[in-house]
Antibody
Framework: QVQLQESGPGLVKPPQTLSLTCTVS??????????WSWIRQLPGKGLEWIGY???????YYNPSLKSRITISVETSKNQFSLKLSSVTAADTAVYYC?????????????WGPGTMVIVSS | QSVLTQPPSVSGAPGQRVTIPCTGS?????????VYWYQQLPGTAPKLLIY???NRPSGVPDRFSGSKSGTSASLAITGLQAEDEADYYC???????????FGGGTKLTV
């Protein structure tokens, strides 16, 4: 079955760029039909959707983070990635990648285990 | 402040029934957009519990059910078990804020 796995540095210095990759196994991003999202959870807080990408490269970002986000896809590696620029301590969170099975409006049926990213100098 | 409003906490005794409300507005639930529910056990990633308002993915017990009416939705859990103790989140589409918005989450104590 399809599985997702986040990877990337666990510590990022402000105001550098946070970079994470999600590797998809057990299925192909290129097969279409799914949108691939990044979602984060600040410590002790709720879930915040960051943005999604389709295998064709179409993206949609959370308006509140849009100026700092870039999501890209590398179909040859079956991966998609997140870059969040100019990070501050407020970006410290667990970052999840997830598969959206409802055409870009939610229904995240598969999640990665999450990766904790701490922003600190 | 989340655009979808949930109570911070609810509680119930084993075997009881609890409901978790999710209140939206005319720009999300009231416009007919679907609601989704997720269960997040401590220290784990969220898990899809209900999709498209009322549907359960394979493997989700029928003790969990969803409903939606107007600008509100609700998750009901019957026959409460200790293992149901978790955080629960609703999620939908909002015509002003974007394709994915979450509720603030509700902590269920059994």
């Amino acid at each position: 079955q399809v599985q997702l796995q986040e990877s990337g540095p666990g510590l990022v210095k402000p105001p550098q760029t946070l970079s994470l990759t999600c590797t998809v196994s057990g299925g192909s991003i290129s097969s279409g039909g799914y949108y691939w999202s990044w979602i984060r959870q600040l410590p002790g807080k709720g879930l915040e959707w960051i943005g999604y990408i389709y295998y064709s490269g179409v993206t949609y970002y959370n308006p509140s983070l849009k100026s700092r986000i870039t999501i890209s896809v590398e179909t040859s590696k079956n991966q998609f990635s997140l870059k969040l620029s100019s990070v501050t301590a407020a970006d410290t969170a667990v970052y999840y990648c997830a598969r959206d099975s409802s055409g870009g409006s939610g229904s995240f049926d598969i999640w990665g285990p999450g990766t904790m990213v701490i922003v600190s100098s | 402040q989340s655009v979808l409003t949930q109570p911070p906490s609810v509680s119930g005794a084993p075997g009881q029934r609890v409901t978790i409300p999710c209140t939206g507005s005319s720009s999300n639930l009231g416009s007919g957009y679907d609601v989704y529910w997720y269960q997040q056990l401590p220290g784990t990633a969220p898990k899809l519990l209900i999709y498209a308002n009322i549907n359960r993915p394979s493997g989700v017990p029928d003790r969990f059910s969803g409903s939606k009416s107007g600008t509100s939705a609700s998750l009901a859990i019957t026959g409460l078990q200790a293992e149901d103790e978790a955080d629960y989140y609703c999620q939908s589409y909002d015509s002003s804020l974007g394709p994915v918005v979450f509720g603030g989450g509700t902590k269920l104590t059994v």
